[in-house]
């Protein structure tokens, strides 16, 4: 099935130098959101603390629960809604030490004498150490920096290491994007996202693989076309696969952020972002990439003779 007549030639490669602006402006502005925010929000996996999710029969506001907790005494504690429904709250503390393990029966206790005995249910309790959560994101990191490596040592033995290279900047690209896109949208990094974040990397590199795959083939049918053309003509002949099946997919993970539930909601944004992130940055990142590196290589070698 082809959406994309054969005969199409959009000059992707030709708004090389607006797209990569264009990225450079919107990682800058997380990159300034990060800092103005002292870094990223990290979630109870990663920060440390007590969470308890709590459902209330009747609609309620974070002011109110605060306001109910205030004999706790609890260090650092912040309330967020939890979905769509004013009825289901996350209370956080910073606290995580064994004397808090009955926090949650403390809280529905605390809680029950503003709203009333039944009115509160505790849905879940999670308490993650500083110590664990500290590990967690190094873990995490590491996690990233290894799958990104291994992209980069399978792209430049199947192909060579300049497609490597360029896949490598594409992947770090849309990693930093969705971290920027978090930034600014004051959404936690946990390890759902993490997973979202490998996910992504797996996803964005079958891409640029394909476009690879097209450039390599096409240079044996057009041996004297350059090198700029040749990518085009790549991009161009595979832009009905990648709009099919980044659009098959795009719509399940769509129906994973809206109707997937709030605990999942963080991961299906993450690969909402990161799946267009992956898209764009194949055709406008890596191949880009290819070419700066082919010239750089054309002009060393001018140098020296």
Known sequence: MELIRPDTNFDFVGKRNIAIIASCLLILAGIV????????????????????????????????????????????????????QANEFLVRTQESSASLEGLSSKVQASLEKSYGAGKVEVRRTEMVGPQVGKDLRNQGVQALLVAIAGMLVYVSFRFEFRFGVGAVIALAHDVLVTLAAFSLLNREIDLTVVAAFLTIIGYSVNDTVVI?????????????????????????????????????????????????????????LAMLIGMVAGVYSTIFIASPVIIYWENFKTRKTAAVE
């Open 33 to 84: 959101s990060l800092v103005v925010k002292g870094g990223p929000a990290y979630g109870i996996d990663f920060a440390g603390g007590t969470l308890v999710q709590i459902k209330f029969t009747q609609d309620t506001s974070a002011g109110q629960i605060r306001e109910a907790l205030q004999d706790l005494d609890l260090r650092g504690v912040t309330i967020q809604q939890f979905g769509t």
């Open 212 to 268: 690879c795959d097209r450039i390599r083939e096409n240079r044996g049918k057009h041996p004297k076309e350059g090198l700029i053309p040749l990518i085009n003509r790549s991009i161009n002949e595979t832009l009905s696969r990648t709009i099919m099946t980044s659009g098959v997919t795009l719509l399940a993970v769509l129906a994973l952020y809206f109707l997937g539930g709030s605990v999942i909601q963080n991961f299906a």
